[in-house]
Each structure stands twice: as C-alpha cells, then as structure tokens.
C-alpha cells in the first residue's frame, strides 16, 4: 500500500518501538515518497532496512544531542508516551508534557520547516481544568507545540487504540477494551481506532503535501476517515 507520494522525504520517528510508532515506521519504510526514516530511540529496535537510519538516545530531557541528526529532515512523526497507571503522576507529566516540548525545541531549531504528527489522546484538554492528568498533560503538551512556530502541526486524539497484533496489555482496563472491541466497534465505532491505521494516518499527514489536511487537531472520527480514504485511495 502506497501514500500519496508528494516528492521524497526525510522522516523522523520518535517511539518506533511503541505501538502505534511500531506501525508508523513499517509504513514508513514502504513508501517511495520517503527517502530516509531516522528512528529516534532508548534502545536499537534489531532489524535492518536500506532507509533505516538509527539514533539511540536514552535521556529525552535533553534533546540536545540530536540536534545534528535532526538537520535536514522534513518531518517527525512522534508518538513517545506512557500509559496512565504505568508511572507516577510526576514521572507521567515529564514524558508527556516535557519530554514532547524538548524534543520538538530541537527539532524546529534543526529543520525550521519540518512538519510535526504529534500522538495526543481522547479528551486532552488544553484548558487544563480536566480532572484527569492525561487530559490535562497531553491538553498542555499541545499548546506548546501549537505555540512553537512549526509551519505545519497534526495533532491526533485517538479514543481506544486497537493493537492488532496480540500483546500483553497494561492494565485490567486494556485487556477489558480488548475483549469487548468487536462489540465496540459494531456500537461505537468513532471510539475506536486500529493502531495500523492511526500509525498510516500519523505518516501520511507528515509527508502529504501542505493543502491535503487543514488540521491542526484531528479527532477519532476524522482520523478513522482519513484512514478509509487512504484503504480507498490504495486498495
């Protein structure tokens, strides 16, 4: 399945090892449109690939050192985050809110021009008033970035992601959703988002040309749209 080409590309993944950044960098890496994906991550993710460029770095509270492999890129597609209950409050806040704002400094500082994908969530309230600190974490993580200066932003609010493919899921809640999803589906098919659509969605925007999404901020309902569009597009 191929994105619409729009010239090639020079990519950047930023949790290419998670989930949905796992989908992103497969699709990624197919499409001729991109030239080279540079996946930024803690640890080598083990597999091979001509475009595969691999950056590890562990210390995402200082980007600093990324700033060189960052020249020259025309996109990232950033998807780093932690599942509420994993972590604490204060360390949940440092990798939403911090670790995106000091990535994204180091980014537009090295490719003023690059667009950014960035993986929100359902319900991020950029209010701050919300009472749950996801919502209120990923809300205040958005208004940082959409205050940076980037020439073109997407920010995307899946509801339930899907994982597709079986894994060990975090807490009770997941493996609850995961269970339920061919009801929930079926019944609320706009809270619901598989994980290889949101990842081809994520890679699409980035590399599509400037006219093809208005944006900024894509809900579950458009972003399952943009996502039949491209099964229809590339069937």
Known sequence: MNLTQAGEKNLVIVG?????????LRFALQQPAVRRVTAVVRKTLGSAHPKLIEVVHRDF????????????????VFCLGAYTGSVSD????????????EFARVF??????????????????????????FARYKGEAENALLAAGFSRIYIFRPAYIYPVEP??????????LRAIYPLFRVLLPNQVIRADD????????????????RGPVFENREIRAMAQSLHASNP
């Open 16 to 24: 290419a090892s998670g989930m949905v950044g796992g989908y992103a």
């Open 198 to 213: 949101l990842g081809r969605v994520m890679v699409d925007a980035a590399i599509s040309e400037p006219a093809k999404f």
């Open 90 to 101: 204060a360390e949940l806040r440092t990798i939403t809110v911090d670790y995106t704002i």
């Open 108 to 133: 537009h500082n090295s490719s003023p021009g690059g667009a950014l994908s960035f993986l929100s969530g359902s319900g991020a309230d950029p209010t701050g008033r919300s009472r749950m600190a």
């Open 61 to 76: 509270a200082d980007c600093s050192p990324l700033a060189e492999s960052l020249i020259g890129q025309d996109a990232a």
């Open 167 to 176: 894994r060990k899921e975090p807490n009770f809640t997941y493996r609850l």
